[in-house]
């Protein structure tokens, strides 16, 4: 076992989340494979963005 590093308790470092569900999605990805949500990219950067949010969190394009 190695340890060093806690336990994630942040999201910070995946390269997207899932809005719905929070699980991690990849970026060659257009939906979400864990609950098969769509979901809206930025045109900018990829990055994944929330339902609720027009703009993109990351560079808020
Ligand atoms: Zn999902
Ligand atoms: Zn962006």
Redesign the pocket.
């Known amino acids: 076992m190695i340890s060093g590093e806690s336990s994630s308790d942040k999201k910070d470092g995946a390269p997207c989340a899932c809005p719905f569900c929070d699980a991690p999605v990849a970026q060659a990805y257009p939906f979400c494979k864990s609950c098969g949500k769509n979901l809206k990219r930025?045109p900018?950067?990829?990055?994944v963005i929330p339902e609720d949010q027009d703009t993109?969190p990351?560079?808020a394009?």
């Open positions: 930025c900018g950067c990829g990055k993109c990351e560079c394009g």
